[in-house]
């Protein structure tokens, strides 16, 4: 299946792997803090989703859903607008192997690869197996772009990436270095053949005036109580228009791919453009869910992409050798 052209669609379950919370753990997860002043907003939120859960068990979404729908009021514009900045803040949080000396806001970088094992085997696997055309991610973190690099790579072997749905040369700002004065690397350029779709925003991104400014951290998600550019995850989001290009572009990959791997991603009723997106570019694909949960979503799935060829495969890292089998064989998934 060499020539087989695919894209990989990643939701929180793929971050999860290397440490990331899921929707569920975002409200409640370990926060670097980078004011006091952002301590004191990060209670307050944590003070209200207390108080909102208190004797029931109800999903982080519809929290955020409900900060969502009150924004209208002051108070529920200050409560919304601090429960993205923390979620941003929980995200940006360095975790495991990317904890280092300098400043969290710095850390992380595009140009350090992950290290974890579960993902470079992922990307080893789908990279012998497929001629990978995307990736459309749904989460905010830069665990895909690091994992497949900046640039092309010999050791392991990488493709590179750039940003979809933007122009190119895209040069990212921020030393590679931080608090270095070499020129050279205040600056990086994404140089890969691998556009890496990210609907809904990034935490290295910044708006300035409509157009995205891109970092080679997560500094965004920390300065003036978090400016990074994401779409939060509440329900009946609208496409603002500096995503445009990115949505539109990210629907003739997913059109032109002819396997779809998802990892992670249980297609949640509340994000109904995701589920549009998908509809509307899915038919008569083969598609393969690596999840743990993936026989339980099999319907869910099927309910969006009536005619696609579904194929409900363990999470990983044990699926792994269950989609190794599956590109292996002559002919296709299907």
């Known amino acids: 299946m060499a020539g087989t052209s695919s894209v990989c669609i990643l939701g929180a379950g793929f971050s999860h792997i290397a440490g990331l919370p899921l929707a569920s753990d975002l409200l409640t997860s370990q926060v670097y803090a980078a004011s006091d002043a952002a301590l004191r907003r990060h209670s307050a939120v944590w003070i209200d989703y207390k108080a909102w859960t208190s004797g029931q068990h109800q999903p982080t979404e519809l ?9 209208g009021t002051l108070n529920g514009a200050r409560l919304w607008a601090w429960a993205v900045e ?11 192997s990317d904890r280092v000396a300098s400043s969290p806001r710095y850390q992380g970088r595009i140009t350090s690869p992950v ?3 579960v993902h470079d085997d992922f990307w080893r696997c789908i990279l012998a197996g497929t001629e990978m055309k995307g990736v459309i991610t749904t989460n905010y973190d830069m665990l895909a772009e690091r994992g497949l690099r900046h640039r ?9 990436v750039y940003y979809g749905g933007f122009p190119r040369p895209q040069l990212l700002k921020g030393q590679a270095s931080p608090f270095t004065t070499a020129i050279d690397m205040r600056s990086i350029e994404l140089t890969g053949s691998v556009p890496v779709f990210k609907l809904h925003g990034s935490l290295n991104w910044s708006l300035a005036d409509s157009n995205v400014i891109m970092y080679q951290d997560m500094r965004p998600a920390f300065r003036r109580g978090g400016d990074a550019a994401i779409v939060p995850p509440a329900a009946k989001k609208s496409i603002p228009a500096w995503m445009k290009g990115v949505w539109d572009e990210a629907a003739h990959v997913l059109d032109e791919a002819s396997l779809w791997i998802v990892v992670g991603y249980s297609l949640p009723p509340y994000d109904h453009d995701v589920r549009r997106l998908l509809a509307g570019t899915g038919a008569g694909k083969d598609v393969v869910l690596l999840d743990p949960a993936s026989k339980s979503l099999y319907a869910r799935w099927k309910d ?7 194929s409900p495969l363990q999470g990983l890292p044990e699926g792994l050798g269950e989609i190794e089998e599956l590109l292996g064989q002559a002919g296709g998934v299907g």
């Open 63 to 71: 929290y955020l859903t409900r900060l969502f729908s009150q924004r």
């Open 86 to 96: 923390l979620l941003a803040a929980v995200l940006a949080t360095p975790k495991r």
């Open 115 to 117: 290290r974890d094992p």
């Open 152 to 160: 092309p790579m010999l050791r392991p072997q990488r493709p590179g």
């Open 304 to 310: 969006v992409l009536h005619d696609a060829q579904i």
